[in-house]
Structure formats: C-alpha cells, structure tokens
C-alpha cells in the first residue's frame, strides 16, 4: 500500500531550522512528483514546496523562497524539506503528499516560538 511517513518536526526558536524527511513506499517513487504542505491551526492547507520526479525542477511558496529547500533521493525514496531561518509563522503541521496518488502522509508538527 501507499505509504508516506514524515519525521523531523520539533520545537524551535525563530531564526532555527529543521530537516523535515518524507519516508515513501507501495509505488514507484521516482515517477511521481512530489509536494510539501503545512497547515496551521484554522488555517487551509498551503502549499509549500513541489519537485519534480526527477528532481530537476522545484517551486516554493513566496512565503518560503530563500528559507526552504525541497529536494528528494530517488534511490532512497525520501523527500526532505531544508527550512533555514523559521519564522513564527511558519508554525504548522507539515505534511508531504504525493497528488498524482491522492496520497498524504500523517504530517509532522513545527513549532517555532521564542
């Protein structure tokens, strides 16, 4: 079965950064595109970071350009998510998701607060 599993979250102070990683299984990983969301409490869902299934080409949320680094291991099966320089508002559960699949993972909170 589809599997997409995040890890990484945690508290941390603004100007911090976290790794976030995206475990993925039950497909052919390297054929599917792959995306970051987050949500945060009231809020919809915001897109946030997307790759390639290549990895040739990414995209972010203005709100994440120059802070945040999408990127994936084809031959590990894992996506990651580099976010430098967080900010309180990025406070959220982050969750990787695979739309060609209609797949989602169980998402991974972030905190950032002083």
């Known amino acids: 079965q589809v599997q997409l599993v995040e890890s990484g979250g945690g508290l941390v102070q603004p100007g911090g950064s976290l790794r976030l990683s995206c475990a993925a299984s039950g497909f052919t990983f390297s054929a599917y595109a792959m995306f970051w969301y987050r949500q945060a409490p009231g809020k919809e869902r915001e897109l946030v970071a997307a790759?390639?299934?290549?990895?040739?080409?990414?995209r972010y949320a203005d709100s994440a350009k120059g802070r945040f680094t999408i990127s994936r291991d084809n031959a590990k099966n894992t996506a990651y998510l580099q976010m430098n320089n967080l900010k309180p508002e990025d406070t959220a559960v982050y969750y990787c998701?695979?739309?060609?699949?209609?797949?989602w993972g169980q998402g991974t909170q972030v905190t950032v607060t002083s």
């Open positions: 790759v390639t299934n290549t990895g040739a080409t990414t």
């Open positions: 998701a695979t739309p060609g699949l209609d797949s």
